[in-house]
């Protein structure tokens, strides 16, 4: 349903990237942001959504293999120190034999990655059930991996996108805004929780994440030439389709025109 979204540990460029096959709105429950000073580890951010009776659709499938399959999630918490970060969720299977993506568009889809192989998200779904409530979760840890979200103490709004297919045209995506109108408990900078926003509205396209507080930057790669296309992975993902990553955003223009070396991380 679409209706109208210092210091700082993280700086981020909030731009529209390449546009996807369609926006679709979810009407948010609720979204937990959880920290503990000096321990990335113990990060975590937790969102929800369902709305009841929802017009909205599944469109796309991230069961399937290349850039139409997996998803990106975006994970958006403003506040006195904002942080957002984007996430790609390939198709692969992991090391004990399991697909990441499982599901169909009548059950739903669900990504698990319980150890963490492709990074901080244990876990996220999106279904429409038979009565025409939609939902949408999603769990990340800084156990799993790199988890640059914090509570933004204070915190004022948050958003969770899910975009169906990692090439930017395959799916549509899926926002869940949490606006300054939700029930909003703040605790400095251990706890950020948002829940029962009134109103629906699209998350902006996070397309980099910086981090400023060791003495270099490090840009989030998650650009990837495969037989001269470009696609969206993670650099892991990007290797063993055989490609070549070559930095971060969108794909328009194609930037691997013409692109026959291979290069490696920095």
Same mark, same amino acid.
């Given at each position: ?6 210091l ?9 990237g ?11 429950k ?8 000096g ?11 369902k ?14 293999a ?20 984007t ?18 568009a ?8 319980p ?5 901080? #998200?244990?876990? %996220?779904?999106? *279904?429409?059930s +038979?009565? !025409?409530s @939609? ?6 840890s =800084?156990?799993?991996?790199p ?12 958003c969770?996108?899910?975009?169906l ?8 995506r899926y ?25 629906e ?11 400023t ?12 030439c #495969?037989?001269? %296309?470009?696609? *969206?992975?993670? +650099?892991? !993902?990007? @290797? ?6 070559? =930095?971060d ?18």
């Amino acid at each position: 349903m679409t209706r109208h979204l210092a210091l700082m540990a993280v700086v981020v460029g909030l731009l529209a990237g390449s546009a996807p096959a369609g926006d679709q709105t979810i009407l948010g429950k609720s979204i937990t942001v959880k920290s503990r000073s000096g321990d990335a580890t113990r990060r975590q951010v937790k969102g929800s959504a369902k709305e009841k009776a929802s017009p909205n659709t599944l469109v796309g499938d991230p069961t399937v293999a290349g850039g139409a399959g997996g998803a990106v999630l975006t994970i958006v918490a403003n506040g006195g120190m904002p942080s957002a970060q984007t996430f790609v969720l390939n198709q692969g299977t992991s090391s004990g034999g399991a697909p990441f993506w499982s599901g169909d568009a009548v059950k739903g889809f669900t990504y698990r990655d319980p150890d963490g192989e492709q990074g901080a #998200v244990e876990r %996220a779904s999106i *279904r429409r059930s +038979p009565s !025409g409530s @939609f939902v949408m979760k999603v769990l990340l840890s =800084g156990k799993n991996g790199p988890l640059a979200i914090v509570p933004p103490n204070p915190g004022t709004d948050a958003c969770v996108a899910l975009e169906l297919g990692v090439d930017g045209t395959s799916g549509d995506r899926y926002s869940v805004q949490f606006g300054p109108e939700s029930t909003i408990a703040n605790d400095g900078d251990m706890l950020f929780k948002a829940k029962h926003p009134l109103v629906e509205g699209v998350c902006p396209t996070v397309v980099t994440t910086t981090t400023t507080t060791s003495p270099t930057s490090t840009t989030m790669i998650d650009r990837c030439c #495969v037989s001269g %296309a470009c696609m *969206r992975l993670n +650099p892991p !993902g990007c @290797f063993a389709a055989g490609g070549i990553p070559i =930095g971060d955003g969108d794909c328009e223009p194609n930037p691997c025109a013409g692109l026959t070396t291979t290069t490696t991380l920095p």
